[in-house]
């Protein structure tokens, strides 16, 4: 069984940073690809970004050169660095845990990022 904690959400002012922190409680780490998703009041969940066993971050186009994906496999944990905040960032962000090759899909409960004008 996998779980997944998030932490690091919060409130900040535009232009600010926030560093978001995902501990996987699972047997495997190293293989999973790592993902940060978000979803805003009204809208669908969307990709952030995530990042590959081999360590590869892919970028929704909306947070390049913004955010960064990276993960610590002796840690079990995938963390998203955020800066240069926009009010539309915020979101619910969810942290999820997928194996190649196979259905698991396993997602965080969520923390919160608000972005204040």
């Known amino acids: 069984q996998v779980q997944l904690v998030e932490s690091g959400g919060g409130l900040v002012q535009a232009g600010g940073s926030l560093k978001l922190s995902c501990v996987a409680a699972?047997?495997?780490?190293?293989?999973?690809?790592m993902g940060w998703y978000r979803q805003a009041p009204g809208k669908s969940r969307e990709l952030v970004a995530r990042?590959?066993?081999?360590?590869?971050?892919d970028y929704a186009d909306t947070v390049k050169g913004r955010f960064t994906i990276s993960r610590d496999d002796f840690k079990n944990t995938v963390y998203l660095q955020m800066n240069s905040l926009k009010p539309e960032d915020t979101a619910v962000y969810f942290c999820?845990?997928?194996?190649?090759?196979?259905?698991?899909?396993?997602w965080g409960q969520g923390t919160q990022v608000t972005v204040s004008s």
């Open positions: 999820n845990y997928a194996l190649p090759r196979s259905v698991l899909s396993i």
């Open positions: 990042i590959f066993s081999s360590g590869t971050p």
């Open positions: 699972a047997k495997i780490f190293g293989l999973a690809t």
